[in-house]
Nanobody, 119 residues
């Protein structure tokens, strides 16, 4: 069973930065894509960014230009660099990964890390 563990969350003032990490218990090279989601209290989970195993990145419009997703397959870790944070970025950030073969597909999720941005 693959485990994903997020870290790097915390409390930061508006305009500040945080770097989240998502460490996997197995080789991530075959995960395609990997992604960061977030969920604010009382709101639905929303996609923040994705990255393919070839390194192609996609971002939600509300973080484009402020957040950067990356992955280091040698360290089995994905990252989310968050700059110019806003109070509306507050929420639990979760990482996810998809794995597919010719016969089945599955997804893995972490437990999340809390990000709180104060105004």
């Amino acid at each position: 069973q693959v485990r994903l563990v997020e870290s790097g969350g915390g409390l930061v003032q508006a305009g500040g930065s945080l770097r989240l990490s998502c460490a996997a218990s197995s080789n991530i090279a075959s995960f395609n894509p990997m992604a960061w989601y977030r969920q604010a209290p009382g709101k639905q989970r929303e996609l923040v960014a994705t990255i393919s195993n070839a390194g192609t990145e996609h971002y939600a419009s509300f973080v484009k230009g402020r957040f950067t997703i990356s992955r280091d397959n040698t360290k089995n870790t994905m990252y989310l660099q968050m700059n110019e944070l806003k109070p509306e970025d507050t929420g639990v950030y979760l990482c996810a990964a998809w794995y597919e073969t010719d016969y089945y597909e599955t997804d893995y999720w972490g437990q999340g890390t809390q990000v709180t941005v104060s105004s």
